[in-house]
């Protein structure tokens, strides 16, 4: 069975700090996806990595994809409250079904 | 942007009642997914559907069954709620051309009183 870990499981910060996130597993994925989850809404894609090494940007967060495509890391440079949420990450498992993890809840205090 | 839309965003329900949630996607989606999100637990697939009149069972289908005669619709079914379905329920789309990104609802908060 694939199981993803997420961790921490809770974070909570101050403003301007930085933060990484880590979903690790025991399987190799064909790619990895990370969501991020506000309170009452739905999750939504941030991004897909899919080569071992892989690292992508989107503003302040920076994600990479281990080179056995086992894990990936969520890396979050000076925090704003903008970016508390649950972030999700979620690898391929069969006919088009994702493997969740169960989430890092994140909080950035002003 | 796929919209996908929930017909509730909150819900209270006594036990034994049957409760309908209803799912819409814009954007011609294949695949159509029904999770329940738990804290702690991740989200939790409890149906799947690949196509108008199908559908496979996820890893929790017991107390749930799914409808699809539309490809644009997708209704969880609560038979007979219980307590321990309360829960927040959260529908997706996807499209095999697109890649594996699945594309989400608001979600619909239901409590079974």
């Known amino acids: 069975t694939q199981l993803l870990e997420q961790s921490p499981q809770f974070l909570s910060i101050q403003e301007g700090e930085n933060l990484t996130v880590y979903c690790n597993s025991s399987s190799v994925f064909s790619s990895l996806q990370w969501y991020r989850q506000e309170p009452g809404e739905g999750p939504v894609l941030l991004v897909t990595?899919?080569?071992g090494g892989e690292v992508k940007k989107l503003k302040r967060l920076t994600f990479q994809f281990g080179d056995a495509r086992k894990d990936s890391s969520l890396h979050i440079t000076a925090a704003q409250p903008g970016d508390t949420g649950l972030y999700l990450c979620?690898?391929?498992?069969?006919?088009?079904?994702?493997?969740w993890g169960a989430g890092t809840k994140l909080i950035i205090k002003p | 942007d796929v919209k996908v839309t929930q017909s509730s965003r909150y819900l209270v329900k006594r036990t034994g009642e049957k409760v309908f949630l209803e799912c819409v996607q814009d954007m011609d989606h294949e695949n159509m997914f029904w999770y329940r999100q738990d804290p702690g637990l991740g989200l939790r697939l409890i149906y799947f559907s690949y196509d108008v009149k199908m559908k496979e069972k996820g890893d929790i289908p017991e107390g749930y069954s799914v409808s699809r005669e539309k490809k644009e619709r997708f209704s969880l079914i609560l038979e007979s709620a219980s307590t321990n379905q309360t829960s927040m329920y959260l529908c997706?789309?996807?499209?095999?051309?697109?890649?594996?990104?699945?594309?989400f609802g608001p979600g619909t908060r239901l409590t079974v009183l």
């Open positions: 979620a690898g391929d498992g069969s006919n088009y079904q994702l493997i």
């Open positions: 997706a789309a996807h499209s095999p051309p697109m890649g594996l990104a699945q594309y």
């Open positions: 990595v899919v080569t």
